[in-house]
């Protein structure tokens, strides 16, 4: 037993001294039977209580052996996952609330414009006054087709008005996209009600224009920012809905582990739709208000609309890719070959 307490000992001077390297798999397999048997004798030790010095000693090995076999060593900051995989790996393991929240905007837009279609009052309790420009533009806008095309009319808008009007719609765009987030953490219901509103909100408004034959212009008018602007909005609603999902329905319902894991993916989806919300505010006001005919604007928005589906493809087989996480299956693993400090044999304290 002393020779086999000294090779013990021998082991963990070893890998104290590797340190990244560690030991091999042999090694550590030899080094989990030894420590069964010094729990063993630590235990036979206490309850002679003749040797204090021994039972000193032996009890500091198996401290040390427990934290080597069973501690947790944490990720070395050296090996910390790049922020771009993270945020792959976060729109692929997230997609199903991504596809919740698109099909809540969808949902809303087929309300708003159903509604707004078949009852005018409709669109006066949906869509805000100040979307009609001027006192009174909404009912104008509602009636007149020439107000209409007065309303899509392109004009050249002074540089720095344009940066002005970006900022503001920046600002408030991310606004709405933190409220969208934030409030996801009551249960996602609040998230769940201004996604939809968001969507009931659009199709409304697309309803108006809609009653025109040939709405292309209006198409020109809202697709180049409207693709990039909700394509955050959502990107908003899906951390949010993380958010809810943590709190109403928590794996193995533990609510406090299952907010800290959708702490992670929520933060970064948050944060990617910074960068569209910038584009989206750049492009609504230095396009949008501007004098570019049709067809370039729909060329932007075929653009834009081939990258978002590109990247939901993207995201989709990132999903497909991704393997099951089993870190707990191989633990429990190497637990059983190492052997469990808590199946008979003394815990060292």
């Not at 000992?9 to 340190?19: A, H, N, P, W």
């Not at 609330?97 to 279609?117: D, E, H, K, P, R």
């Not at 409207?226 to 394509?231: M, S």
Request: contains cysteine; charged residues 20%.
């Amino acid at each position: 037993m002393i020779d086999e307490l000294a090779r013990y000992e021998e082991l963990l001077d070893r890998s104290d001294r590797l340190r990244a390297a560690g030991l091999a798999f042999d090694e550590l397999r030899e080094l989990g039977r030894l420590y069964r048997l010094a729990s063993a004798r630590l235990a036979r030790l206490r309850q002679r209580e003749d040797d204090p010095e021994s039972i000193h000693h032996v009890n500091s090995l198996c401290v040390r052996g427990y934290a080597l076999l069973y501690g947790s060593r944490g990720t070395p900051a050296e090996e910390r996952t790049p922020l771009a995989a993270r945020l792959a790996d976060a729109l692929a393991r997230t997609w199903h609330v991504q596809a919740a929240a698109w099909l809540l905007l969808l949902l809303g837009i087929s309300i708003g414009a159903g509604l707004g279609t078949r009852d005018e009052q409709a669109l006066y309790a949906l869509v805000p006054e100040s979307l009609g420009y001027s006192d009174g533009g909404l009912e104008t806008l509602v009636h007149s087709e020439e107000a209409r095309r007065a309303f899509l009319a392109r004009a050249e808008t002074p540089g720095g008005e344009n940066a002005l009007f970006a900022s503001w719609l920046f600002v408030h765009n991310t606004e709405v996209g933190l409220l969208s987030f934030a409030t996801g953490i009551l249960a996602g219901v609040p998230t769940t009600l201004l996604q939809t509103y968001n969507g009931m909100l659009l199709g409304a408004f697309a309803s108006i224009f809609l009653r025109d034959p040939w709405p292309v212009a209006f198409a020109a008018w809202i697709l180049p920012h409207g693709i990039p602007e909700l394509t955050a909005i959502t990107l908003c609603a899906a951390a949010g809905l993380l958010f809810g999902l943590a709190v109403a329905v928590p794996q193995r319902g533990d609510r406090r582990a299952a907010l800290r894991a959708a702490l992670d993916p929520a933060l970064l989806l948050f944060g990617s739709s910074l960068p569209l919300f910038a584009l989206a505010a750049g492009v609504e006001s230095f396009v949008r208000e501007s004098q570019l005919s049709t067809a370039p604007r729909l060329a932007i928005a075929a653009l834009f609309a081939s990258s978002l589906a590109a990247g939901l493809v993207a995201v989709r087989r990132l999903a497909r890719r991704r393997s099951v996480e089993l870190d707990w299956l191989a633990e429990l693993s190497a637990r059983r070959r190492l052997g469990s400090p808590d199946s008979g044999s003394a815990r060292p304290c």
